[in-house]
């Protein structure tokens, strides 16, 4: 069964205070990796996918890497406004469905 | 950019009421997906169409039927609305060739 663990649940970091948030995964045969950004009350916003290890992909503060059992999102520099949940999920070959960790909740203070 | 929308932001319905949550995109995406979101238990997967009138069952089914006469709308009915149907609904769609799916805002329904 595909399996999806996000750590840690929860992250607070200073203004500027670098980090990475972790998702390990099982999957029998990997599709995509795919990172999300979710904000209180509303609906997740599609950040980056990931097909093989090896691969990174960068938006503005947020890199994302994969290796063959876990993906990283690198924070550098993190502003208040990066402050939300972050989502990652998994999609099996043969498959269309998501299947989804349960997110790391980020607070960055000024 | 892909636009989905869903009908309601927020929603409260009494138990035993039909409820009808509607998802509306804008991509000519064939798949579609409504998921519900629990805390400590993240997105799950209720139902997902991958074309017109066709429908598959996900994770969680029970309690709940989707309907899609159209391309562009996909709903998720709740039959008999229960308290523990009390949750986040998203709705997501994916266009054949591509792998993400894009999130609408999200309807927050409780049933009392």
């Known amino acids: 069964e595909d399996q999806v663990t996000q750590s840690p649940e929860a992250l607070r970091l200073q203004e500027g205070e670098s980090s990475s948030l972790n998702c390990s995964y099982t999957?029998?045969?990997?599709?995509?990796l795919f990172w999300y950004r979710q904000d209180p009350g509303k609906g997740p916003e599609f950040l980056f996918t990931?097909?093989?290890a090896g691969e990174e992909k960068e938006k503005e503060r947020l890199k994302a890497t994969l290796t063959k059992k876990e993906s990283f999102l690198h924070i550098t520099a993190p502003k208040p406004e990066d402050s939300a949940t972050y989502l990652c999920?998994?999609?099996?070959?043969?498959?269309?469905?998501?299947?989804f960790g349960t997110g790391t909740r980020l607070l960055v203070s000024p | 950019d892909v636009k989905v929308t869903q009908s309601s932001r927020y929603l409260v319905k009494r138990t035993g009421e039909k409820v009808f949550l509607e998802c509306v995109q804008d991509?000519?995406?064939?798949?579609m997906f409504w998921y519900r979101q629990d805390p400590g238990l993240g997105l799950r997967l209720i139902y997902f169409?991958?074309?017109?009138?066709?429908?598959e069952k996900g994770d969680i089914p029970e309690g709940y039927s989707v309907s899609r006469e159209k391309k562009e709308r996909f709903s998720l009915i709740l039959e008999s609305a229960s308290t523990n149907q009390t949750s986040m609904y998203l709705c997501?769609?994916?266009?054949?060739?591509?792998?993400?799916?894009?999130f609408g805002p999200g309807t927050r329904l409780t049933v009392t």
């Open positions: 169409s991958y074309d017109v009138k066709m429908k």
């Open positions: 999957v029998s045969g990997l599709r995509g």
């Open positions: 997501a769609s994916k266009g054949g060739r591509e792998y993400e799916q894009y």
């Open positions: 991509m000519d995406h064939e798949n």
């Open positions: 990931l097909y093989s």
């Open positions: 999920a998994v999609q099996d070959t043969g498959f269309q469905k998501l299947v």
